[in-house]
């Protein structure tokens, strides 16, 4: 089953269980495109989830998820914000369900701001939950990338806002890396609701790179010691 959304609205709700194709919000030039999801299972697998994908001219594309459960499991690359090379969008507003990312390939999870120009910013509210550890039914190699560190993925800005609800995070990478990315702003903010993070290897890797980490509010965080290479 393959879910593609190239534009307008689309309303995913009902008792749906099973298997789910690539999701693309977003992948006409030009064309914004918005993916609510309200109830159901979509079990991803391998297949990617795309959030703002558009070709040879820039768009938005933005989920809204106030219930239901998406699921990546297998060695495939999950959720992808912000791609193609275009200054495209990607937004993903998480107030209810939950995401669970079971993927067993290194440096994959969630990735915002996926290649270069893009804008990025992934919103945790409400009663949402973000599983990425073993004890939350990801794995303890899934990453969440607020500016991409693997590959070049220039003149980004990623964000990661959460007010509430719950995110449990097996890697968490900020900041990008200077060998392979520069010119990436990234944020990190904490006002509500608990984020916990059981690693923390980069934090604005690279001279061109810049991170900026909030908290406050009524958030419940747990990070381990910050890198300091």
């Known amino acids: 089953r393959v879910v ?11 008792d749906f269980t099973g298997t789910a194709g690539a999701i693309n919000v977003s992948n006409l030039a030009g064309i ?18 795309y959030v703002g994908n558009a070709t040879t001219t820039p768009a938005t594309g933005t989920v809204n998820q106030s219930g239901g459960a998406v699921t990546f499991s297998g060695a495939g690359d999950g959720l992808l914000m912000g791609n193609g090379n275009i200054a495209n969008t990607g937004n ?22 996926t290649n270069s120009f893009a804008l990025a910013k992934f919103t945790l509210s409400g009663t949402g939950e973000l ?28 964000e ?13 990478s900020i900041g990008g890396n200077g060998g392979t990315g520069t010119g990436i702003i990234s944020k990190l903010s ?16 690279g001279n061109t790179n810049t991170a900026e980490i909030t908290i406050g509010g009524t958030a419940n965080v747990t990070l381990p010691f910050f890198p300091t290479a």
């Open 92 to 113: 993903y507003n998480l107030s209810g369900g939950s995401i669970t990312t079971g993927l067993s390939s290194s440096n994959r999870g969630i990735i915002i701001g």
């Open 131 to 158: 599983n990425m550890t073993v004890g939350t039914g990801g794995t303890d190699t899934s990453i969440l990338q607020i500016g991409r560190y693997d590959a070049a993925a220039n003149s980004t800005t990623a």
């Open 160 to 172: 990661f806002s959460q007010t509430d609800g719950t995110a449990n995070v097996a890697i968490l």
């Open 4 to 14: 593609a959304k190239k534009w307008g609205d689309l309303k995913l709700t009902g």
């Open 32 to 49: 914004d495109a918005v993916l609510n999801i309200e109830s159901g299972t979509y079990a991803l697998g391998t297949n990617r989830f």
């Open 190 to 205: 904490l006002t509500g609701g608990t984020f916990v993070a059981k690693t923390f290897p980069r934090l604005a890797a």
